[in-house]
């Protein structure tokens, strides 16, 4: 009895002194002075290389699709493809001018007089199901080609892209015999013809985005995919071939800006679908004014991600890193615009300083690779003029170390801190692997510069507290909210904006709604 | 202000001050680290480092002196000698063993001798019980403790007591190296696993560890992330580096490599070492091995050619 209350008494001494100041177990490692307590993310055991073998064929000239076969344009006109991970020219891509949208659009009528409006759901169904798993057959080969076209990770196009591109015509699939259901007590009918234009972001996905609802609805459809990036775009067209999908049905126009201006402004398209800038969104917007053409728009973002200081904040630096190292940054719903509550600011900006320095930047067909290569020259010369703006008016810049490829388009991940809401860092869209940090005091002035701009795409919120993103979501004025989450997407939930960010929405029962007429 | 505050005071609201983690990112990122494509020179020089980093390991009822000469043989030489694979960090056994490790490996070893203690696996004995087990494993040569918290006095809310007694164990370790068993399994959430991890290393642990190795799930991806997480918020805090040993359920090469990934993306260069990362397992090591010979040979050997611990 005696020892024992030695012993507690003895204790308590020890933990007194413990509790105000940890014990350092002095003979394993020493106390780290405050100025060398890094992390050091060195070569003590790299990867070796670990490349995709490439199995794919591409051919020499693509050719537009349309009536359900490969046609030359009727101008003859073709562009080069590249590889922006190499700068090597992949393909040729048929121009599609004027006139071919014109085919397109009068096979894509009589496909939908003739044979699509009328076929019963459960058999669009059938195709939209064989479509499916042909593309889940297929995904491999559709990952490395949207990879070596687009410049993104082999990572993302394998684990991301490709099982979201089956997901969305599986989802589709089950609801065209079920479009009664989808609108209760209305009667759902197709529009006709849409006219479909695609950014180069997400190629295969966005295609897939667009033309899945479409079908499924009763729709026909004339599809350009972006300038850059059409190739899976044409494997998906000899995808449709083989599920035996009917002529005309889907018809595949690429080409440039000149070939989306034909769609948008062909007389018998009865819808226009577009994703992309909110400079070309205003302009399509203008020429189907009053012209019946029914429009859904999904345009450009300038995303908050907001930290609260109680948030789990390891975890919330992997959302700020898929929010905006995702696809280089290519995404529209990026969360470009960090805010991150005072008190956590110093440990939030130390621990994402740390993350970037593991992402690993180069080759996009290495499986470990991280950050891919910027899709064009164009787009990185754009990144570039922002970022130098950026320091211009006073931001400081912070960039992996990482070592870059000779040869391609790349930029390091970036974040710039002593931003202020009135840089263009903060307010343009940058549509790269550049954040710009900044700091609020309280929720509502986190909501209030959160909604300060044009834009309204996307937002996050990371709090352990659940009535705080309660009330927080629903002042946020943005299409979509992630709560302790960024990027996650699924067919049955609906995707769109707010504002500049366009209108309308993709996905789930709300995104039908854009390609039905209700009576 | 914090200084009036008696100790228990304080416990009572460490909950309030230790981060919260968030479950599903989490188990996000830690499946992120199972994706690194680890080939060629970088698997095997992964492989051996996972070799110099095993804790190899015997904790049965019925391990006799004759068993640990056998694992103690097998820290030592894993495989035969032109494979060029270094000696595993050390052996662990029960402390009735101790000393018969410490006579096999002798003084100067590169081979260390942990021995499991205060009452392993559960815990549930006196505290005078538990030093008086921990000073003899000291005593017998062990050169690490692994000691288990209390893990009643945990879920009960009394974090002092769980506190109390990792300090009073690292008291009588005298020169041994003290590692903290969580058992993450009978914890449950992330959230607990982050305040006893928080718990141990204020309370003087070198190594947190996950598991016992007797209760499932025992260490996790996402249970080690919460851990390394642990450290590097208190390096951060303090300057100090606390080691990691993730233990049981590690059975393969490819998962050995994936916490190997997860050290070295989290926490960097400076823990990719055995002074500072520990795998706790017993029958993993001739998977690593297996692998190590693949990769040198060009083809498997069966499991017959890989001598038992």
């Known amino acids: 009895m005696t020892m024992k209350s030695k012993a507690t008494a003895k204790l308590k001494v020890r933990r007194a002194v413990a509790v105000l100041k940890p014990v350092a177990p002095a003979h394993v490692q020493p106390v780290i002075a405050d100025r060398d307590r890094r992390l050091k993310f060195g070569d003590k055991w790299d990867y070796t290389p670990a490349p995709e073998t490439v199995p794919v064929k591409i051919a020499p000239r693509y050719e537009l699709f349309i009536d359900g076969k490969f046609t030359a344009p009727q101008a003859g006109k073709y562009f080069d493809s590249i590889n922006p991970a190499t700068e090597e020219k992949l393909c040729e891509i048929a121009n599609g001018g004027a006139e071919d949208v014109d085919r397109a659009v009068k096979a894509a009528r009589r496909a939908y007089e003739t044979v699509w409006s009328k076929m019963p759901g459960r058999e669009r169904g059938k195709y939209l199901f064989r479509v499916a798993r042909l593309v889940q057959e297929r995904a491999r080969e559709l990952a490395i080609l949207e990879t070596m076209d687009g410049g993104k990770p082999i990572k993302e196009s394998r684990d991301f892209d490709m099982p979201t591109v089956a997901a969305h015509f599986f989802h589709h699939g089950g609801w065209a015999d079920k479009l009664q259901y989808a609108f209760p007590g209305r009667t759902p009918r197709p529009l006709g013809v849409a006219g479909q234009i695609i950014p180069w972001n997400f190629p295969l996905l966005m295609a897939a985005w667009k033309i899945a609802p479409a079908l499924a609805c009763g729709n026909t459809v004339v599809l350009k995919p972006s300038k850059t990036t059409s190739i899976t775009a044409l494997h998906l067209a000899a995808i449709f071939q083989e599920a035996g999908l009917p002529d005309g049905v889907v018809n595949i126009v690429t080409g440039t800006a000149e070939t989306g201006r034909a769609i948008y402004h062909h007389p018998d398209v009865n819808k226009i679908a577009f994703t992309g800038s909110t400079e070309v969104g205003k302009i399509i917007a203008q020429a189907c004014a009053g012209t019946g053409k029914r429009l859904t728009l999904e345009l450009g973002g300038k995303a908050a991600n907001i930290i609260l200081e109680d948030a789990p904040l390891n975890q919330a630096v992997e959302g700020i890193v898929s929010g905006i190292y995702f696809n280089q940054g290519h995404v529209c719903c990026a969360g470009s615009r960090l805010f991150v509550q005072e008190g956590v600011f110093g440990t939030v900006v130390r621990k994402l300083r740390d993350r970037i320095q593991t992402l690993r930047v180069g080759n996009p067909l290495d499986k470990n690779t991280d950050i891919g290569a910027i899709n064009s020259s164009a787009q990185l010369e754009k990144i570039r003029e922002l970022v130098q703006c950026g320091i211009d008016e006073g931001a400081e810049v912070e960039q992996s170390s990482c070592t870059l490829p000779a040869k391609g388009y790349w930029f390091r991940p970036t974040f710039l801190t002593n931003v202020t809401m009135s840089h263009r860092v903060a307010r343009e869209e940058i549509f790269g692997p550049v954040l710009s940090v900044m700091s609020f005091r309280t929720p509502e002035e986190a909501i209030e510069r959160a909604n300060n701009t044009p834009y309204g795409l996307s937002a996050g919120v990371w709090t352990d507290k659940g009535s705080k993103i309660f009330k927080m979501v629903n002042q946020l004025r943005a299409g979509v909210v992630w709560a302790n989450s960024y990027n996650k997407f699924d067919p049955a939930s609906p995707f769109g904006g707010y504002k500049e960010s366009g209108f309308g929405r993709e996905g789930g029962v709300q995104g039908l709604a854009g390609y039905v007429n209700l009576s | ?309």
């Open chain 2, 1 to 309: 202000m914090t200084q009036l505050l008696s100790g228990s005071a304080r416990f009572r609201s460490i909950r309030a001050t230790v981060p919260t983690v968030d479950q599903v990112t989490v188990e996000d990122r830690a499946a992120a680290f199972t994706r690194r494509s680890i080939k060629t020179s970088a698997k095997l020089a992964g492989l051996k480092m996972v070799v110099s980093m095993m804790d190899l390991t015997t904790l049965e009822g019925k391990d006799t002196p004759g068993k640990v000469a056998y694992l103690c043989r097998k820290a030592l030489h894993p495989i035969e000698s032109r494979y060029d694979t270094p000696p595993c960090a050390a052996v662990c056994v029960y402390p009735n063993m101790v000393r018969h490790a410490r006579r096999f490996l002798g003084d100067l070893s590169p081979v260390k001798v942990a021995s499991v203690a205060t009452g392993f696996p559960s815990g549930q004995y006196a505290l005078r019980t538990k030093l008086e087990e921990t000073r003899r494993a000291a005593g017998d040569g062990a050169d690490e403790i692994d000691m288990v918290i209390d893990r009643g006095a945990f879920l009960s809310g009394d974090f002092q007591k769980v506190s109390d007694e990792i300090a009073a164990v690292k008291e009588v370790c005298g020169a041994a190296h003290l590692k903290v068993i969580l058992e993450t399994g009978e914890l449950v959430t992330y959230d607990n696993v982050r305040l006893a991890s928080q718990i141990a290393m204020e309370a003087g642990a070198d190594f947190i560890k996950t598991s016992t190795g007797k209760v499932q799930p025992a260490a996790t991806m996402p249970v080690t992330l919460v851990m390394l997480e642990a450290i590097r918020d208190y390096f951060f805090a303090t300057g100090i580096r606390i080691g990691m040993k993730p233990a049981g359920g590690i059975r393969t090469a490819k998962q050995s490599l994936a916490y190997l990934v997860m050290v070295k993306e989290t926490l960097g260069d400076d823990w990719l070492s055995p002074g500072l990362f520990r795998l706790g397992a017993s029958t993993l090591l001739n998977d690593v091995l297996m692998q190590i010979v693949k990769t040198v040979d060009g083809n498997y050997q069966s499991a017959d050619y890989f001598s038992l611990p």
